[in-house]
């Protein structure tokens, strides 16, 4: 895991707090006045970490509570022998880091790539505890009629998800990925999109690839998709009211339309599945990380969220 020290040349300013409650050493950017109105909760995914999100901490956290958590396996938490780094655990994880460390309530989830499954599973066990959701090129799975239908053709056609399949088809996943250390970053500009490739500074691949040390620290970064093409335990059937109570929720998706392994024909309709009357804004400037492509127009859309937010709440 990165040293905790680590700020690669000032870019990464936040203090780090860990937590071991869910059995291993996990890191979490805890920012803002503790007794906010709202708690952020900022979710990564894959083969990012709470770095993804330097950009939107500090201004957010001026008038908020943010939680940045890194997953099991990535950034600044450790990568625990032993455990077989599957969404639900991914999930677990942050439930025990949320209730029984923070006990955070009244919480803005935001969400990208894996951060989406794992704070969806998250509201549905706690819909009391979420306040809204704001998704960026994610998907957040809600057992909709047909969308299983657009993951399955988004797998088929996505530069990524092909090559996840093939890769684990000609057994080269495991060593692509288990050297992340080295393709992280090929991996975020060629198969997942970058737009702006100027991001990509020394620096800036240094804290992307910090993590990756070796075999044995690439579990993580490994088992993210290979889930999605080795067959897992099957998925408990949702709870219908739960469903219900999340989809009552604000939410709102920014979509960078450049994501060339989410593509936005599919992960758009599918968003308007569970939440049809949500505002949906696409950013063309944008590819699969709108965090590095598009940060201050991102910034912009989650504190025009959070103003509905409080005006809604104010309403009722």
């Keep these: 895991m990165i040293p905790s020290h680590a700020t690669f040349e000032g870019t990464w300013p936040y203090s780090p707090h860990y937590s071991e409650v869910a059995g291993f050493r996990q890191h979490y950017v805890d920012e803002g006045p503790r007794d906010a109105e709202y708690t952020l909760v900022l979710l990564h995914g894959e083969p990012t970490w709470g770095y993804l999100w330097r950009h939107l901490i500090a201004p957010l956290a001026r008038n908020h509570r943010v ?12 990568t625990p022998s032993g455990r077989r780094y599957l969404a639900g655990e991914h999930i677990d994880n942050l439930e025990k880091l949320l209730v029984r460390e923070l006990d955070v309530k009244n919480v803005i989830l935001v969400l990208h790539d894996w951060g989406g499954p ?7 066990r706690y819909p009391d505890r979420v306040a ?8 957040l799975p809600l057992g909709m009629p047909g969308y299983d239908d657009l993951i399955r053709a988004n797998f088929l056609e996505s530069a990524w998800f092909r090559w996840v ?3 684990e088809a000609n057994g080269t996943l ?5 050297n992340a250390g080295s393709t992280v970053t090929h991996l975020m500009l060629a198969l997942q999109t970058i737009r702006r490739p100027e991001v990509m500074t020394p620096t800036w691949v240094q804290a ?3 993590h990756f040390v070796g075999r044995a620290e690439c579990e993580g970064v490994i088992r993210f998709p290979q889930q999605l093409v080795v067959p897992v ?3 408990l059937p949702l709870d219908a009211e739960a469903v219900a109570a999340v989809r009552s929720k604000p939410a709102m998706l920014a979509e960078g339309m450049g994501d060339t392994a989410l593509l936005p024909r599919y992960v758009v309709p599918a968003f308007r599945m569970a939440y049809p009357d949500a505002p949906v804004i696409e950013l063309p400037e944008a590819g ?12 912009a859309l989650l504190q025009l969220f959070l103003a509905g937010c409080v005006a809604g709440a104010a309403a009722r």
């Design 67 to 78: 939680v940045v958590p890194d997953h099991m396996g990535f950034g600044k938490s450790a």
């Design 118 to 124: 794992i704070g969806t599973g998250f509201a549905l």
């Design 208 to 210: 992307y690839a910090s």
């Design 132 to 139: 809204g959701l704001f998704a960026t090129n994610t998907v």
């Design 288 to 299: 699969h990380f709108p965090q590095e492509d598009a940060p201050g127009t991102l910034l």
């Design 165 to 167: 399949a093939a890769a």
């Design 233 to 235: 335990d099957g998925a």
């Design 174 to 178: 495991e060593q692509v990925l288990g």
